[in-house]
C-alpha cells in the first residue's frame, strides 16, 4: 500500500471502508500525478488516502485539503471548459481518468512553482483573501423535473419524511449530495431503547426502495425558493444542474460542525469529527498512527474509541467543558483514553511536516493560563453543532440567535417550505425521525402529533460547551479562522502594545471586510466574537447567507414561477424609497449578489451600507440602492473596496 500511506489496513473494525471495493485497485491522474485507489473512492478521498493534504500557502501557512475546501477538477480533456467543472467530494473515481484542478490564474504558481511544490500539497497560492471557486453553482440548467413533494437530505430525518409522502400519495424525490444514504446518525451512536443507527438506516432504506421513491444521490441543491430548487447532480464523472418544480419542500440538511477559532486551526493534519469518522468509515482513510482530540462535545469520545479499535493511538481528549459529563466519556475512560476537561485548544503548529503539536490552556471562566503541549500525527477538533440553515435562509425562512445552546435556530418560514431532523433543531434520532413525518403532516395540513425529543438529562449527558475561541495575539502568525468551508475568513487578533505604535491607528475589523456570502458556520462564530449583534444574526444570515439566485434553462418552465427581484427581508433595508439600478464596476471584474454598497471605500460598517448587489444580468449587475445615491460608490469584495457607477436605472421586466 505504498501509494495509499493514509488508508487503513482491511479489518472487521468500523473504519474498514464501507464505500470501497479492495479488490479493484484503480490509478487515475490528478495534476499529472498518478493517484492509487479503489472502486468506491471519490477522487478526495483518494488524494487523501495517497498522502494529498494541502491545498496550498496563505502567507506562508499550508492550509489543510478537505471536503469542504477543496479546488474543483475537470478532466484534462475539457480544459479551459471551467463551467463543466466537478467537486472533488462528489466525483467517483473510474480507471485511467485524468483530472486537473481549477483554479483562478492568480492562485497557480508558475512552472518552477509547480515542480518545487511539496508531494503533499496541490500547489495553489491562497493569498489575497480568494475563496476556492464552485463553478456548478452557477451551471446552465439542462432538464427541469416536477414532483408533489422534494426532500434535500438522505439521512434519517429525510428518509423517514420521504416515506411519509409516498404513504400521504405524493410523488416524492430524495435528494442527497453523498453517495449513500443515512446521514450522520452513525456517529452519535445509540441511546437506550433506540435500535442502532444501521439499524435505522437499514429499515428505512429498504422501505424506500420498495416504496420505489426516486432517490438522486451525488446531488447538492446550489439555490432554493418556494416551488423550485436547484441542484447539480454528479454522474458518472459528468455534471449537470436540474430544476426541480414542487409545491412542497422538506428540508433535512442536518447540522455543521462548528470549527473551533484558534490559531492553526486550518493547517494540514487538523480535521474536524465528523470529516474524519466519514473518512475512515466510508474509505478507511486515517493518517497517521496517533491523534489528539480537542472538542466541546461529546461524540468526539466515540470517535477515539472508535479509532482504538482500528489501532490508533488517542493521546489526549481535552474538554472545553470543565466536568463533561457522557455516556461516550464512560466507555472512554474503560479504554484508558486519558483526559483533560476543561482545557481548551490555544495554538496548533506543524511538526517540520511530521504531525501536529496542539498548545492548550486551562478555561477559568474569562481567564486562560498557559498550559501543556501535546503532539501527534493528527489533531481532531469539534466545537459542537450549528443546525445547517443555509438553504432555509435562501428560501425566505428565518432564524434567531439562542444565547444558550450557541446556535442559529429557526423560526417562522415560507409557505410550502418546512424543516426536519437537526436542521429542525432536533437532537436524538428518535426525534428526527418522527420529524420527517411531521413535516409531511404539516405541509398538507393535517393534525399533527407531537414529536417526542429523548433528551438524556444534563447530570448524565452535559451539553455542548459553546464553540471554543483561544487568545488571538499577532505572536502566533498562523491564521485562525472562524469556518471550514471555502470562504477564508481570518479572525481578527488582538492588538498589542508595540514601539511607536501612536503612529498607526487600529484597524476595525468587521465582517463586512469579507466575500459574499457568509457561511452559517461564520455568522455563528461573529455573533461569538462580538462582532455581529445577537439580535442581529437572524437579519444578517438572510442577507449574507441566503442571498443566492436561481438560474433558468433556456426552455421555459412548465409551471413558471416568477421569483421577487428584491426579496422581502430587503424591502425596507435601504429606506423606503430604495432604487433598482444597473451598476458596473470601474475595473473589468464579476459583481457577486450579496455584497454590499457604501458610499464611499474608506466606510467599512455594514449599519452604514446604502445597497446591495441582487443578482447579475445580461446588461450588467442588478443593485438596490437608496434614493439619490452618488453616482460613484463603493463596494466591499475579497477584502478590498471596489470602485462602481451607477449606469441607469432598472426597469424590471414584465413577463
Not at 467537486?87 to 518552477?112: C, F, I, N, S, W
Amino acid at each position: 500500500m505504498t501509494g495509499q500511506p493514509n488508508r487503513l489496513a482491511a479489518a472487521t473494525h468500523q473504519f474498514s471502508g464501507s464505500l470501497i471495493d479492495r479488490s479493484k485497485p484503480l490509478k487515475f491522474r490528478l495534476d499529472g500525478r498518478i493517484i492509487e485507489a479503489f472502486a468506491g473512492d471519490s477522487v478526495l478521498s483518494a488524494a487523501l488516502a495517497a498522502g494529498i493534504d494541502t491545498v496550498g500557502q496563505r502567507g506562508g501557512w499550508p492550509m489543510a485539503l478537505s471536503a469542504r475546501f477543496a479546488p474543483p477538477i475537470i478532466p484534462a480533456h475539457r480544459a479551459g471548459g471551467a463551467q463543466r467543472a466537478l467537486p472533488m467530494a462528489r466525483v467517483p473515481v473510474t480507471e485511467g481518468a485524468d483530472y486537473l484542478t481549477v483554479a483562478d490564474p492568480a492562485q497557480r504558481h508558475g512552472l518552477l512553482g509547480r515542480i518545487l511544490r511539496p508531494a503533499c500539497s496541490l500547489g495553489l497560492k491562497l493569498d489575497g483573501g480568494q475563496s476556492l471557486a464552485q463553478p456548478w453553482l452557477d451551471s446552465p440548467t439542462e432538464t427541469e423535473l416536477e414532483y408533489d413533494l422534494v426532500v434535500v437530505g438522505g439521512g434519517v430525518a429525510g428518509m423517514a419524511a420521504a416515506l411519509a409522502g409516498s404513504k400521504a400519495g405524493l410523488s416524492v424525490i430524495l435528494i442527497e449530495a453523498s453517495s449513500v444514504l443515512g446521514g450522520h446518525s452513525r456517529l452519535f451512536g445509540t441511546q437506550d431503547g433506540e435500535e442502532t443507527p444501521d439499524q435505522s438506516i437499514e429499515r428505512l432504506s429498504s422501505a424506500i426502495i420498495k416504496a420505489g421513491i426516486a432517490v438522486q444521490l451525488g446531488a447538492e441543491v446550489t439555490a432554493l425558493r418556494p416551488g423550485l430548487i436547484r441542484t447539480h447532480i454528479v454522474d458518472a464523472a459528468e455534471g449537470h444542474a436540474v430544476l426541480i418544480h414542487a409545491p412542497r419542500i422538506i428540508l433535512a440538511t442536518g447540522a455543521i460542525e462548528r470549527l473551533p477559532i484558534f490559531p492553526g486551526n486550518r493547517l494540514p493534519g487538523v480535521m474536524g469529527t465528523l470529516e474524519a469518522f466519514e473518512l475512515a468509515s466510508h474509505y478507511g482513510v486515517w493518517p497517521g498512527r496517533t491523534a489528539v482530540i480537542a472538542t466541546a462535545s461529546s461524540p468526539a469520545y466515540r470517535l477515539a474509541m472508535l479509532a482504538r479499535d482500528a489501532g490508533i493511538s488517542v493521546t489526549r481528549i481535552l474538554d472545553a467543558r470543565p466536568q463533561p459529563q457522557s455516556r461516550f466519556i464512560e466507555f472512554a475512560k474503560a479504554y484508558g483514553i486519558t483526559m483533560a476537561p476543561g482545557f481548551l485548544p490555544a495554538s496548533a503548529a506543524t511538526n517540520n511536516g511530521r504531525g501536529i503539536t496542539l498548545t492548550s490552556h486551562l478555561s477559568a471562566g474569562r481567564q486562560t493560563t498557559p498550559d501543556a503541549q501535546f503532539s501527534a500525527d493528527r489533531l481532531i477538533i469539534c466545537g459542537g453543532w450549528q443546525p445547517d440553515l443555509t438553504l432555509w435562509h435562501m428560501a425566505g425562512g428565518h432564524s434567531q440567535w439562542n444565547a444558550q445552546a450557541n446556535r442559529l435556530e429557526p423560526l417562522e418560514g415560507p409557505s410550502g417550505v418546512t424543516l426536519a431532523g437537526s436542521a429542525a433543531g432536533y437532537f436524538s434520532r428518535h426525534a428526527a425521525i418522527d420529524s420527517g413525518a411531521d413535516a409531511v403532516d404539516m405541509l398538507l395540513g393535517r393534525d399533527r402529533k407531537p414529536v417526542r425529543e429523548v433528551i438524556i438529562d444534563a447530570i448524565h449527558e452535559t451539553p455542548d460547551a459553546p464553540c471554543p475561541i483561544g487568545p488571538l495575539t499577532p505572536e502566533v502568525a498562523a491564521p485562525a479562522m472562524l469556518d471550514g468551508g471555502v470562504r477564508l475568513i481570518e479572525c481578527p487578533q488582538t492588538p498589542t502594545k508595540a514601539r511607536l505604535s501612536w503612529r498607526k491607528k487600529p484597524r476595525l475589523w468587521s465582517l463586512a471586510d469579507t466575500p459574499r456570502p457568509l457561511d452559517i458556520a461564520a455568522i455563528a462564530a461573529g455573533v461569538q466574537l462580538g462582532v455581529i449583534p445577537a439580535d442581529s444574526a437572524g437579519i444578517v444570515a438572510q442577507e449574507r447567507v441566503g442571498m443566492v439566485v436561481i438560474g433558468t434553462s433556456a426552455a421555459p418552465p412548465r409551471q413558471p414561477i416568477k421569483p421577487p427581484l428584491v426579496p422581502a427581508f430587503l424591502a425596507a433595508r435601504f429606506g423606503n424609497g430604495a432604487e433598482l439600478w444597473l451598476v458596473a464596476p470601474v475595473e473589468p471584474r464579476i459583481l457577486d449578489p450579496g455584497c454590499l454598497i457604501h458610499r464611499s471605500s474608506s466606510d467599512h460598517d455594514p449599519q452604514h451600507a446604502i445597497g446591495v448587489i441582487l443578482r447579475s444580468s445580461d446588461k450588467g449587475a442588478i443593485a438596490l440602492v437608496t434614493r439619490q445615491a452618488p453616482e460613484t460608490l463603493s463596494l466591499r469584495d475579497h477584502g478590498r473596496a471596489i470602485a462602481i457607477r451607477l449606469v441607469t436605472p432598472y426597469v424590471e421586466e414584465v413577463a
